[in-house]
T-cell receptor
Framework: IAGITQAPTSQILAAGRRMTLRCTQDMRHNAMYWYRQDLGLGLRLIHYSNTAGTTGKGEVPDGYSVSRANTDDFPLTLASAVPSQTSVYFC???????????FGNGTRLTVT | GQNIDQPTEMTATEGAIVQINCTYQTSGFNGLFWYQQHAGEAPTFLSYNVLDGLEEKGRFSSFLSRSKGYSYLLLKELQMKDSASYLCAVRDRSAGNKLTFGGGTRVLVKP
């Protein structure tokens, strides 16, 4: 079934540890995004990539990095996790500017 | 920047109609999306408006007034499975056409 796969589904991480959240899509979408979702704050954009080889900063990029080596994969890395990064992380993709986002099932991350 | 407001929570009865309002302020409006999100799941696309007027899709309709910075999502013939959060999201040219989401409206459908 075509779509976006995120891994892991959930993770408990000690503060200070490095963590990479994986995201793979098989729809050949050019654009991919990482959002975090926190209660009362909605979905906030962390980083995005309009096409393979390019990335950009979203609304809340600090403490996160991304790479886009190919069309399908868009990993999100927390270099040194902090408790404020406890959240649900959603990866998304779309075909173009006016097309809807397709979301992965999310990664629930708890930083202790 | 952008400011997107929608009510936090609404309650309605099965079979009834509920209207979820969304107001926004942007400098380069380029489309508004509505998503549905069930608890613990990913958001799924419901509707898209870029021109003024009403878009109808079965039991769900979405309305846009660009001059008023206003949209609503109308859910008719409510079913228990419609209990979910509904997210309003605005695309803004001045923000590189990225989507900015409101905080979401949680709708609880009661029997």
């Amino acid at each position: 079934i075509a779509g976006i796969t995120q891994a892991p589904t959930s993770q408990i991480l000690a503060a200070g540890r490095r963590m990479t959240l994986r995201c793979t899509q098989d729809m050949r979408h050019n654009a991919m995004y990482w959002y975090r979702q926190d209660l009362g704050l909605g979905l906030r954009l962390i980083h995005y990539s309009n096409t393979a080889g390019t990335t950009g900063k979203g609304e809340v990029p600090d403490g996160y990095s991304v790479s886009r080596a190919n069309t399908d994969d868009f990993p999100l890395t927390l270099a040194s996790a902090v408790p404020s990064q406890t959240s649900v992380y959603f990866c998304a993709s779309n075909e173009g500017v006016n097309s809807p986002l397709h979301f992965g099932n999310g990664t629930r991350l708890t930083v202790t | 920047g952008q400011n997107i407001d929608q009510p936090t929570e609404m309650t309605a009865t099965e079979g009834a109609i509920v209207q979820i309002n969304c107001t926004y302020q942007t400098s380069g409006f380029n489309g508004l999306f509505w998503y549905q999100q069930h608890a613990g799941e990913a958001p799924t696309f419901l509707s898209y408006n870029v021109l003024d007027g009403l878009e109808e899709k079965g039991r769900f309709s979405s309305f846009l007034s660009r001059s008023k910075g206003y949209s609503y999502l109308l859910l008719k013939e409510l079913q228990m499975k419609d209990s979910a959060s509904y997210l309003c999201a605005v695309r803004d040219r001045s923000a590189g056409n990225k989507l900015t989401f409101g905080g979401g409206t949680r709708v609880l459908v009661k029997p």
